[in-house]
């Protein structure tokens, strides 16, 4: 680890809480349908969307019809994304004339669910991509499709975390709000005009934005290569185009993290410089971190606001600081080798295999770190290459429910979960009925808490645990053995259920199995989340609040925030320890002793 | 509840949604990004004099002969650098083929510099398998077979090798990095190899 790695670290997280404060404001704005500066502009627009779609702006839903009109939306742009990626043969913007998704064919070789398995994937903000985009993607889905689903997606986040803040802000309510007007106004307010700001920043840097069809250069030094016993001259290389950095800002803002190119925020046309690493990571947190303090606001509880958002950065410094020593002290076997793998002023040293010279090890840790912290899923490295300890810290992170800042909204409402938790423990402890913010905390609401806790890591165990004894389209997909073959199996169901989107990307997951088993993880971690986390969102929104007394356990102070770390850690600890210990802390083991697979 | 009636809501705004965020705003973007950024939109690409495309400024490539400074191994492809296939090797730490393949690279390049360890980016493939760096210890390490073999001195390969290596950037953002292909096509422009 050096001083300078350090120093890009805590600059990059003193731009978060920066951030927070101002993001947290204008958002308590919007959703309290209050006039910001962006309204002379945008209120037509929001207009003009309601009399199209006949939406009562003024109507206020039960948490019920809330879900609903989320189920439906959801629904029908998921089977839009699906007709379009099926058809995208015939439509127009798709100059490599690539066929449809699944067709005989395509790029996966026939149909393998992979339409489905994307559409799933893009509707439930994970954005998994078991399809390689530059060869099965046209430039119409990219953008109507999947860019489309990257605002979508993040904006029914937004609002459901928005609606759960009602829940506790309102008393003696039936209502938490109007999931179109919700939805309207994240879109329009929130993501929009950020994207469209930082999608001309990053074009600035070199994110390439264009409809050119893909480009043929001739190589300066043309290559002798034997392919299949063949010898092959390669002197072209083909260079992929397209509209980059329009997609690139939403899906980093909206903590989408699907990749326009295979490698994502790898590829140098997604992610040129260390600039645009910078202000992508900056992206994945800000929104989140916002949402904290539009907690504090519209509750009338800043300090709660701040106390939930300091839960948030201590575990962040923790995972960032495990997976940076890891990934700085490298690979021992290759140490052996005769390879240097020491810091020093000309070189990142380190594991870099699988990392770009530009991120060095301090970078690479970090984005990992926070991509997975937030349920965003775009990699600038490949964590499928980190060392065992290194490759766990984004594992955990997804474990823990992505609630360290967390997806947009899906972070926030994750964590009040967590938050319901620690109150009820509180309350056992001393023996009281526990209250949040004034409420009661009740039978009703630790039941659905638990369930929303509790289906995360049932949906995940089952399906890697049917893969990983299924040699025939389990095990056989996977491109390392050993420990890190189980790892690669957890880490696909852990991303799909967790709908973060990034992947140990060894395994070759556009099969019919994994499309259709992911696909249906990402459905379940999802909306069978959201629903009892709405249903306690409605409940608390009925309820009476009563003065807090001498016994209330205040939610505002270090004691609050450090019993909601230890709840969250306790409870990913005691679910996933077991099979953590037969992958990267088992590999971890077997690589200091020399062992290879 | 009215169900029917947010489903032909839900209709409708996918509809004005998809027209606003899935083609409004992506073309709004392609547009000023053309006409204030048109060659960073286009992929920063670099021609010779008569016009053939020889690469992208962002994108990397191979180099084998010995007169070229190499650029690091890369997974994208048959002969690496396959910008129409990026991907990364995606090999475990303690996989076996990542092993072998290091071992067998390291070899090869520590016959130029006998017992010299080798900087780890010049053995290892990169994420997108396009990287189109090396790190300036890298870099250094092949001062001496890229000399020799064009008949340069050390030290004029040096002064156009500092050229094109970048510090942070601000002086603190990133990793210090040197540009391979800017690089080769820059000693091609001094001192032509002899083919």
Redesign the interface.
């Known amino acids: 680890m050096t001083l300078?790695g350090w120093?890009?670290i805590l600059?990059f997280l003193a731009a978060v809480l920066a951030a927070t404060k101002p993001l947290g404001l204008f958002m308590t704005r919007v959703f309290n349908g209050e006039r910001t500066f962006l309204h002379p502009a945008l209120r037509p627009?929001e207009r003009l969307?309601y009399r199209?779609?006949?939406?009562d702006e003024e109507r206020e839903m039960r948490w019920?019809?809330y879900a609903?009109?989320m189920l439906?939306?959801s629904?029908?742009?998921m089977l839009?994304l699906y007709v379009i990626q099926r058809l995208q043969g015939v439509l127009p913007l798709n100059p490599q004339g690539l066929p449809g998704v699944d067709a005989a064919g395509s790029a996966a070789g026939g149909f393998v669910g992979s339409a489905f398995n994307t559409a799933a994937s893009f509707t439930t903000n994970t954005n998994w991509q078991s399809y390689?985009p530059?060869?099965t993607m046209s430039y119409l889905t990219q953008?109507?499709?999947l860019?489309?689903h990257n605002?979508?997606s993040a904006a029914v986040g937004i609002a459901l975390a928005v609606a759960f803040i009602r829940g506790v802000a309102r008393s003696e309510s039936g209502t938490i709000g109007n999931f179109?007007v919700d939805?309207?106004r994240a879109?329009l307010y929130v993501l929009?005009p950020l994207?469209?700001v930082f999608?001309?920043v990053l074009?600035?840097?070199?994110?390439?934005?264009?409809?050119?069809p893909?480009?043929?250069?001739?190589?300066?030094?043309p290559?002798?290569?034997e392919?299949e016993k063949e010898t092959?001259v390669?002197a072209e290389?083909?260079?992929?185009?397209g509209?980059v950095?329009?997609?690139e800002a939403?899906k980093m803002l909206g903590t989408n993290g699907g990749g326009f190119?295979?490698?994502n925020s790898?590829?140098?046309?997604e992610n040129?410089?260390?600039?645009t690493?910078?202000l992508e990571m900056l992206a994945i947190f800000a929104i989140s971190a916002g949402l904290t303090y539009t907690l504090g606001r519209m509750t009338g509880s800043q300090r709660h606001g701040w106390a939930v958002l300091a839960a948030m950065v201590v575990l962040f410094l923790a995972g960032v600081a495990t997976a940076y020593w890891a990934e700085a002290r490298?690979?021992p076997?290759?140490a052996g080798?005769?390879?240097?793998?020491s810091a020093?002023?000309?070189?990142?040293?380190?594991?870099?295999?699988?990392?770009?010279?530009?991120?060095?090890v301090?970078?690479?840790a970090l984005f990992t770190t926070a991509t997975t912290d937030a349920s965003c899923g775009a990699?600038?490295?490949?964590h499928?290459?980190?060392?065992?300890l290194g490759g766990l810290v984004p594992l955990v992170n997804i474990m823990l429910g992505e609630v360290i800042f967390g997806g947009v909204g899906s972070g926030l409402y994750g964590m009040l979960v967590m938050v319901i938790l620690s109150v009820f423990i509180a309350g056992l402890m001393v023996g009281r009925t526990p209250e949040y913010l004034g409420k009661k905390i009740e039978a009703y609401d630790v039941k659905m808490a638990m369930l929303y806790v509790l289906i995360f890591p049932l949906v995940i165990l089952l399906f890697a645990a049917v893969s990983s004894v299924s040699p025939s389209f389990g095990t056989s997909q996977l491109?390392?053995?050993?420990?890190?073959g189980l790892?690669?199996i957890l880490y696909a169901f852990t991303s799909g259920t967790g709908n973060n989107g990034s992947a140990?990307?060894?395994i070759s997951a556009n099969t019919y199995w994994y499309n259709t088993g992911i696909g249906v993880a990402m459905l379940f971690g999802r909306f069978m989340m959201i629903i009892p986390m709405l249903a306690v969102a409605g409940n608390l929104a009925r309820k009476k609040v009563v003065p807090p007394s001498l016994g209330t356990f205040p939610v505002t102070s270090p004691l609050f925030t450090t019993l909601l770390v230890s709840v969250i850690v306790i409870v990913g600890a005691l679910t996933f320890f077991p099979v953590l210990s037969l992958g990267p802390i088992v590999?971890h083991l077997?690589?200091n002793a020399g062992?290879?697979? | 509840?009215?169900?029917t009636?947010?489903?032909?809501?839900?209709?409708?705004?996918?509809l004005?949604?998809?027209v606003?965020?899935?083609?409004i705003?992506?073309l709004?973007?392609?547009g000023?990004?053309?006409v204030?950024?048109p060659d960073?939109?286009?992929?920063?690409?670099i021609r010779r004099a008569d016009g053939?495309?020889?690469?992208?400024?962002?994108?990397?490539?191979?180099?084998?002969?010995p007169g070229?400074f190499r650029s690091?191994p890369s997974a994208a492809?048959?002969?690496?650098?396959?910008?129409?296939?990026?991907?990364?090797?995606?090999?475990?730490?303690?996989?076996?083929k990542?092993?072998e393949r290091?071992?067998a690279e390291?070899e090869r390049l520590?016959v130029e510099n006998p017992g010299v360890?080798?900087?780890?980016?010049l053995?290892?493939?990169?994420?997108?398998?396009?990287?189109?760096?090396?790190?300036?210890?890298?870099a250094?390490f092949q001062v001496p077979r890229v000399a020799r073999e064009r008949g340069m001195s050390e030290d004029d390969v040096r002064r156009i090798l500092a050229a094109h290596t970048e510090g942070?950037?601000?002086g603190?953002?990133?990793?210090?990095?040197v540009h391979v292909?800017e690089l080769?096509?820059d000693l091609?422009a001094r001192r032509p190899m002899r083919r």
Not at chain 1, 337 to 341: P, R
Not at chain 2, 77 to 96: E, F, K, L, Q, V
């Open positions: 300078n120093l890009q600059l627009v969307v199209l779609t006949g939406v019920t019809e609903a009109s439906l939306f629904l029908v742009s839009l390689v530059e060869t953008m109507a499709g860019a489309y605002f979508a179109w939805f309207v879109n929009l994207c469209f999608a001309l074009v600035s840097q070199g994110v390439v934005q264009n409809f050119r893909y480009d043929k250069a001739q190589l300066v030094d290559q002798t290569v392919v092959r390669v290389q083909t260079i992929a185009q509209p950095a329009s997609q939403v190119f295979n490698t790898a590829h140098p046309f040129p410089t260390p600039l690493n910078f490298g690979n076997i290759l080798a005769g390879v240097d793998q020093s002023a000309v070189q990142s040293g380190g594991n870099m295999e699988g990392k770009e010279v530009r991120f060095g301090a970078n690479s990699v600038n490295s490949m499928d290459s980190f060392t065992p491109n390392n053995t050993g420990p890190h790892s690669e140990f990307a060894g590999e077997l690589m062992q290879t697979f | 509840m009215r169900v009636k947010n489903l032909i809501t839900a209709i409708l705004i996918t004005v949604t998809t606003l965020f899935g083609l705003y992506p709004a973007v392609t000023l990004a053309q204030i950024f960073k939109a286009n992929g920063q690409l053939t495309l020889v690469g992208s400024a962002l994108i990397g490539q191979p180099f084998s002969s070229y690091r492809g048959a002969a690496g650098y396959d910008a129409g296939a990026s991907s990364g090797s995606n090999y475990g730490p303690t996989n076996r990542l092993m290091v071992k390291v520590q360890p080798v900087p780890v980016d053995v290892t493939t990169s994420a997108s398998g396009l990287d189109p760096h090396i790190s300036p210890a890298a250094e942070r950037q601000f603190f953002l990133g990793e210090p990095v292909l080769n096509l091609d």
